[in-house]
């Protein structure tokens, strides 16, 4: 009769060992969604203080787009040696010599790229708006309006931004940046907040049934406890 014990034993344990990996593969869960709001939180500090300073923002995401097409270049270029005996191989020499001769030029003259940055950037938007507004009008789906809102938003965003350059080259790059980062960063701290809350709602629902089993049932009370009236208080006969 000792062993379905020990296997009732063997099987509590096991319970219990599942319990607490549960318990803190949640924390550790909990742990990594905590950290991705932080990063958000940074990023969003990050996006006000480049919308506060738009020409630093403006040289810094030139520099930092010059020196990644630079490490992209010699990175490309190493694996074009590498692979040297594929049919690709000189075409991912020209494309690795011309993230390098890009990088370098970004680098040394960054006001200058702003600028055919910034054009590259109206005439993106304006040809996008156009070619939404004509998507809209010829096939008129079922998202008809929210689509001619966005290409009249396009080609508006696009016609002014051509009106003011190349004066506006110094602020336009660091303002899309700098909101870039503020609405990425607004994102990630809605995933790591409402990630936590997940978490702990599920690590409490599994918490509760392991408590519940742990606490002992109330035994009932024997008959032998339950009190018998004395002879003074039994109910008289009927009539």
């Known amino acids: 009769m000792a062993r379905p014990r020990r296997d009732v034993a063997t099987a509590g344990t ?3 060992g599942t319990g607490r990996d ?34 630093f923002a403006t040289l810094t995401t030139m520099l930092l787009f010059g020196w990644l097409l630079l490490i992209g270049g010699v990175v490309g270029l190493a694996h074009a040696i590498q692979s040297r005996g594929s049919g690709f191989f ?7 010599a011309l993230n390098l ?35 809209s009008v010829v096939v008129r789906g079922p998202q008809f309006g929210w689509t001619l809102v966005q290409g009249a938003f396009g080609v508006l965003l696009g016609v002014l931004v051509l009106a003011s350059w190349p004066s506006n080259s110094r602020y ?13 960063g ?18 409490d629902a599994v918490a509760s049934p392991n408590v519940a089993k742990d606490t002992p049932p109330m035994s009932p009370t024997p008959p032998q406890a339950v009190a018998k009236p004395s002879d003074g208080e039994q109910c008289p006969p009927p009539r």
């Open 14 to 16: 096991g319970r219990e």
């Open 22 to 55: 549960g318990v803190r593969e949640g924390r550790r869960l909990s742990r990594s969604f905590g950290l991705l709001a932080l990063l958000g939180a940074i990023l969003v500090v990050a996006g006000l203080v480049g919308l506060g300073y738009t020409e």
């Open 90 to 96: 000189w075409l991912a020499v020209v494309v690795a």
């Open 101 to 135: 001769a890009a990088g370098v030029v970004i680098i040394r003259r960054p006001e200058g790229s702003a600028e055919a940055l910034t054009m590259f950037a109206a005439l993106l938007f304006l040809t996008g708006g156009v070619f939404r507004l004509a998507g």
């Open 172 to 184: 336009v790059i660091g303002c899309f940046f700098s909101l870039a980062l503020l609405f990425d």
């Open 186 to 203: 607004l994102g990630l701290i809605a995933i790591g907040v409402g990630g936590r809350r997940i978490v702990t709602l599920v690590s």
